[in-house]
């Protein structure tokens, strides 16, 4: 928490201030892509692209290729005939030449960042990726894919979340005078100032950002669809069969507006479906954990995201930040619409407006 505490307070934030000071319009799902890229890169590698330094626009090429590779990958999923795409790949012509070229970016990013590790492997670094370096079983190839696959899961996953969830709450003024009515109530309680950061606890207190958080979730899940493969034959609860090889998807965005799952009002961004009263009693109102199988935003049983807890800490810490010092207006006339990638991103990044609380 402290790595992403230091990077919201040294480097997010004073761009977001910048914009206020000179009234300019900035695009805040890109600065949140880099905030969270910067983030997992020093948490999991000990590494800092630097993607906020400076004017917040470092490393264009490598999220440009990144963006890109991902998006073409899950273009895959689309062809009716998937040996259309492989004919592309073997001559190496269009979708799959760019995606070739992305590929190799991200690689080459991956594995300087894998060398740079070995290099300093006497240092003993408490990192992520020298954990899994210390186990032999693991080739160059392995861990390139490691690297690339928490740059993924850390980057678009919270960016993605807190994006829609900006965008939400720029149409829902009460849930945001809400929100600042509680970590006012916090900040009061602490007797800290708005320039503090904020302490664990105080961020697992925020029972009603954690249910606004979780509301925006629901109806805008990070990974909309995912697909499972069988190992084996199988059999689910139901009776249906799963032969060895055949995939299984489920419907995350879908099944977070089911009427049969959430209510009539499932349509409806309401954070209080998450709230009930402290068994303790005293009034106390808590956020009601939900089961993962109705709520698999973050899988369920064996599957379930190792970062769920790391993922809430870190956007509640952003979310109160902002909300505390600023006041977000989006400027697009239009909703926003969908990019159909591995993760839930705008078409067009979400153009905003800050001014100063």
Aim: glycine fraction near 6%.
């Amino acid at each position: 928490m402290e790595t992403a505490a230091v990077e919201l307070h040294t480097r997010f934030m004073p761009v977001l201030q910048t914009a206020a000071d000179l009234n300019k319009i900035l695009d805040l799902q890109d600065l949140l892509e880099r905030y969270s890229f910067d983030n997992i890169c020093k948490v999991a590698f000990n590494f800092d692209p630097g993607c906020l330094a400076g004017d917040g626009t470092s490393g264009s090429d490598f999220m440009k290729a990144f963006e890109e590779a991902a998006t073409l990958s899950s273009g895959r999923f689309m062809y009716a005939f998937p040996i259309l795409f492989k004919i592309k790949k073997l001559l190496n012509f269009g979708s799959e030449s760019k995606l070739q070229k992305s590929i190799a970016t991200v690689h080459k990013f991956a594995d300087d960042i894998i060398k740079s590790r070995i290099k300093e492997r006497a240092k003993q670094e408490e990192d992520l990726l020298s954990r899994f370096m210390g186990i032999s079983e693991y080739s160059p190839e392995n861990l390139r894919d490691i690297v690339t696959s928490f740059i993924l899961a850390g980057r678009d996953t919270t960016s993605s979340a807190l994006t829609w969830f900006f965008w939400i709450l720029s149409s829902h003024p009460e849930v945001e005078r809400k929100i600042l009515e509680e970590v006012k109530t916090l900040r009061l309680s602490s007797g800290k100032s708005r320039r503090e950061c904020y302490s664990f606890d105080e961020l697992r207190r925020m029972h009603y950002l954690h249910a606004a958080i979780s509301e925006g979730l629901r109806l805008y899940p990070p990974v909309p669809v995912d697909t499972k493969a069988c190992l084996k034959n199988d059999v689910m609860p139901d009776g249906t069969f799963v032969g060895e090889g055949w995939f299984v998807t489920y419907h995350t965005y879908a099944m977070g507006r089911m009427e049969s799952v959430w209510g009539k009002d499932c349509g409806e961004f309401r954070p209080e479906r998450w709230l009930e009263m402290a068994e303790t009693g005293g009034g106390t109102v808590v956020c009601r954990p939900e089961n993962p199988f109705k709520f698999p935003v973050f899988h369920g049983g064996p599957r379930m995201c190792l970062g769920k807890e790391m993922a809430y800490t870190q956007m509640k810490l952003v979310a109160a930040t902002v909300i505390e010092t600023l006041v977000v207006e989006v400027v697009a006339e239009k909703p926003p619409e969908h990019v159909l990638s591995l993760t839930m991103r705008m078409k067009d990044g979400l153009k905003v407006r800050v001014r100063k609380r």
